[in-house]
Nanobody
């Protein structure tokens, strides 16, 4: 049974930083890319950043490039999202996701099969 448990959300002022973490269990690390989606009020869910299982290559949405960094620790079955220089438009519920695909860009640009419960990120101006 796939389980994804997020932590690290919260409230910060514009320009601040947060680090999200996702602890994963119930699936093999090989062949499962992982990443983060977000959904802001009144907007569709979007793929923010994903990391490939096969080679660790990363995908970032254009809106977060240069500000966010994704990493994966296979020894601890965790994936992190370091978010710097946060903006009010980053306010959303952030979800950890995974699917049986080797490549992060496929994960972030598709509809993942597995989702965590979400964690709220609020950025005030």
């Amino acid at each position: 049974q796939v389980q994804l448990v997020e932590s690290g959300g919260g409230s910060v002022q514009s320009g601040g930083s947060l680090r999200l973490s996702c602890e994963a269990s119930g699936f093999p690390l090989n062949g499962y890319s992982m990443g983060w989606f977000r959904q802001a009020p009144g907007k569709e869910r979007e793929g923010v950043s994903c990391i490939s299982s096969v080679d660790g290559s990363t995908y970032y949405a254009h809106s977060v490039k240069g500000r966010f960094a994704i990493s994966r620790d296979n020894t601890k079955n965790t994936v992190h999202l370091q978010m710097n220089n946060l903006k009010p438009e980053d306010t959303a519920v952030y979800y950890c996701v995974t699917d049986q695909t080797n490549y992060g860009d496929y994960l972030c640009q598709g509809v993942p099969d597995y989702w965590g419960q979400g964690t709220q990120v609020t950025v005030s101006s």
